[in-house]
C-alpha cells in the first residue's frame, strides 16, 4: 500500500465495530471513511485516516439520546519499533503494525472513532444546569434533623475550674 500510494474510501456501519458499539446508545447509523497510505518527505511511512460520523449517544446532562457529529483526520506514521515514535515529526501519532506488517483498516477507524468520544456526553443543545445545593437537613426518610449546636471542646475545663474556686 505504501509503494503504490493507495487510497481507500468507503461506508462502514457503526454495527460492525463491537468495542464502539459498547458505548453507543444504538448501534445503528454508519461513518465514512478514507485511508491514504504514503511517504513524508522525510521518508516517513504513513496512513492518513479521515474518518465522518453521528454517534448516538445518551446526554449525561438530560439523560436524552442525541447524534455527536464526529470528523476526525489523523495522521499515523509507522513504526517498526516502539522506540521509534520519539523521533516523529510533529502533528504524528505512531501506529505498530502487526508482526507480519499488516494493517486491519476497521481497527483503525473504530480507535479514532473511540478516541474522538467525550468522557461525558452530552448534548450541546442540552440548557445547563445551575443548582445551588444547601446543606442537607433532612435524612433518607425525610425526617428533618435538628443541628445541635456546637460545644466547646473547653467548656469542661471551665466547669472543672469554676468548680475549684467555689472550693
Not at 49 to 70: D, G, K, M, N
Not at 72 to 99: S, T
Amino acid at each position: 500500500m505504501l509503494a503504490a500510494q493507495r487510497s481507500f474510501e468507503g461506508v462502514l456501519p457503526l454495527s460492525s465495530m463491537p468495542r464502539l458499539c459498547e458505548t453507543l446508545e444504538q448501534p445503528e447509523g454508519e461513518c465514512s471513511f478514507a485511508l491514504e497510505f504514503g511517504r513524508e518527505v522525510l521518508d516517513v511511512p504513513y496512513v492518513e485516516v479521515r474518518v465522518q460520523a453521528e454517534l448516538p449517544l445518551i446526554c449525561q446532562r438530560s439523560l436524552q439520546r442525541f447524534l455527536l457529529p464526529v470528523s476526525v483526520v489523523q495522521r499515523l506514521a509507522l513504526v517498526r519499533h516502539e522506540d521509534q515514535e520519539a523521533e516523529l515529526p510533529e502533528g504524528y501519532e505512531a501506529l505498530l503494525p502487526d508482526a507480519d506488517g499488516t494493517i486491519r483498516p476497521i481497527d483503525l477507524i473504530e480507535d479514532e472513532l473511540i478516541l474522538a468520544l467525550p468522557v461525558v456526553p452530552m448534548d450541546p443543545r442540552s440548557d445547563p444546569i445551575d443548582l445551588v445545593w444547601a446543606p442537607a437537613t433532612a435524612g433518607l426518610d425525610g425526617v428533618k434533623f435538628e443541628e445541635e449546636p456546637r460545644k466547646n471542646p473547653f467548656a469542661v475545663l471551665a466547669d472543672l475550674k469554676q468548680t475549684r474556686q467555689r472550693d
